[in-house]
């Protein structure tokens, strides 16, 4: 039985700079059900990390949901004050952004973040603390946790330190994890181990997991549902093999034929013969 | 290196290659006494006239220092590198300015490589008062021309290049380097900061460019999709190594590098009932030592003690197909040797 995890509705957002304010997203619609992947996909400005952000409340300055709800398991998030918010993300909610290096902080050791990350949450002692970092630094498929512990973010490498930052994500055992471009910027084979393990961290923590990609190759071999955003709204939804094999509206049909780019291929063979 | 360097099948008359690199060798010291880099190791490959040839690497291979040697942006160890016939390591500064007419060159950023000062038209105009006489109301009529080449609105001439979008900001860039009327352009990660949908755009319209002007291009990629798109061939590089070059067809079917097969493997189609062709490989990219051997070996599952002891020559798969691998022309089965258990970081110990 599948239990609704993440319940988006109608959600509005603009941003207000001093004199004029815009909207963003033209209420949002997006349903994650406990256990699965899901996609949220769309190119730049189309909302999909302002969606990310809303759900966590990590606006930009002058950025306000003006309607919607968001629900998370029985709670509604928007109903939070700030406090509370800092309450959810990093334990309920993991979250994990593109450049693994600015989403850790250089003047500390990955031991001492992640034992930071814990603190804030979790009421354990120093051992109990250390050991849960080690523990989860294996549970990311790092061999050497005793020098990645020690290590500073300068000091790994671009797929190690994205192991680092989700195992800090999921240091608080969160039963969501949003990951916003979390392979973009990383070399091909390295995209493919961190998005193999996000995989099969989500079968042995029963975590579920919004994944915000521009990617479709992404969404399609690692995501159950996907959500295809543009121009702030949610244009098309469903489980992925309905949504890209059977695509309905004209924009997921171009977005699909563009990353696949078969008609240039096709184009150019044909001018050649 | 060997006589496997050149790719090139024998019946093509060397006149007929608009690139041709042999033994190029470069190595970057940032101090002196500092440790060494070695960016590029022996790399050979040739380019026909007309011709893509992609090449392709993940960060570190060494394929944006090929694109810079090539036009005698960054100056070469050791090798011969000859563009339309000419050695770009033996020319004086003065010759290779008067040479970048007719090579020209696209990079990834297309807002960094356009000065903010300059207008659309002043921008496309500028290689045209550099190199040609055009003048006043002709050099204005040329600018058109290039802008209505790209598909760029006349208007958007008076533009700046931060109120045009980044596939705008690119057009313009193509628009400058087709100014001077080059043979060659080495296009250096040309879509990689835009959007899907405008990458399809830009890409199309670089193809169309090439079959009307005959164009021969160098496409520096990390991406296979974009590789197997618009080339011809194809040049895999891992390292500074070149590890496999051939036929795009070829290649990307029938690769006989292991690393080539991982890469392929990385690569995710939109088509979710299309799964990846290869098992996931562990490691990461190695900076720092380099092995004795072949440079992949590391990360390789079908390491065998040969491959540490030397590096492996590029021995031919098939016609004008070769690869630096001991187990070319040897069928051998990945997902075999490669465990399917949940991900470690495998052969990459401790930190990079």
Known sequence: MSELLLDVRGLELEIATRRTSTAILHGVDLALDAGQMHGLVGETGSGKSMTARAIVGLLPPGGRVTAGSVTFGDQDLLAKTEAEMREVRGAAIGMIFQNPRTALYPMLNIEQQMSNVIKSHLDLDKAERVARVREHLGLVGIDDVDRVAKAYPHELSGGMAQRAVIAMALVCGPSLLIADEPTTGLDATIQRQILELIRSLQDQLTLSVLIITHDLGVVAQYCDTVSVMTEGRVVEDGAVRSVLLEPAEEYTKKLIAASDLGDIRKKRLAAQQ | ?352
Not at chain 2, 13 to 30: M, S, W
Not at chain 2, 58 to 72: F, H
Not at chain 2, 179 to 187: D, I, N, Q, W, Y
Not at chain 2, 340 to 349: A, E, Q, Y
Request: glycine content about 8%; some cysteine; hydrophobic content about 40%.
């Open chain 2, 1 to 352: 290196m060997t006589d496997a360097g050149t790719d090139a099948p024998d019946d093509v008359a060397a006149t007929d290659y608009a690139i041709v690199v042999e033994g190029l060798q470069k190595t970057f010291r940032a101090r002196r006494g500092q440790a060494e880099v070695v960016a590029i190791d022996d790399v050979s490959f040739v380019v026909e006239r007309g011709q893509t040839l992609g090449v392709v690497g993940e960060s570190g291979s060494g394929k944006s220092t090929v694109a810079r040697c090539l036009l005698g942006l960054t100056p070469v160890d050791a090798g011969r590198v000859e563009v339309l016939g000419r050695s770009i390591v033996d020319a004086k500064p003065k010759e290779l300015r008067s040479w970048r007419s007719e090579m020209q060159i696209v990079f990834q950023e297309p807002l960094e490589s356009l000065d903010p000062r300059y207008r659309v038209r002043d921008a496309i105009g500028e290689p045209l008062l550099l190199h040609t006489d055009l003048r006043g109301d002709q050099l204005q009529a040329r600018v058109e021309e290039l802008l209505e080449q790209v598909s760029l609105a006349t208007e958007l001439g008076a533009r700046y290049p931060h109120e045009l979008s980044g596939g705008q900001q690119q057009r313009v860039n193509i628009a400058r380097a087709l100014a001077t009327e080059p043979s060659v352009m080495v296009l250096d990660e040309p879509t990689a900061s835009l959007d899907v949908s405008v990458q399809a755009e830009v890409l199309a319209l670089l193809v169309d460019l090439q079959e009307r002007f005959g164009l021969t291009y160098l496409l520096i990629s990390h991406d296979l999709t974009t590789i197997r798109a618009v080339c011809d061939r194809v040049a895999v590089m891992y390292l500074g190594r070149l590890i496999e070059v051939g036929p795009v067809d070829q290649v990307l079917t029938k690769p006989e590098h292991p690393y080539t097969e991982f890469l392929i493997g990385a690569e995710l189609s939109v088509n979710p009932d299309v799964k990846p062709a290869a098992p996931v490989v562990q490691g990461e990219v190695r900076s720092g030592e380099r092995p004795s051997g072949c440079v992949f070996a590391p990360r390789c599952p079908l390491r065998m003690d040969a491959c540490e002891e030397a590096q492996p020559e590029l021995r031919a798969a098939s016609e004008g197909h070769v690869a630096a691998c001991l187990v070319v022309g040897n069928k051998h089965d990945l997902a075999s040797v490669v465990d399917d258990g949940p991900p470690p970081s495998g052969g990459h110990r401790g930190i990079n």
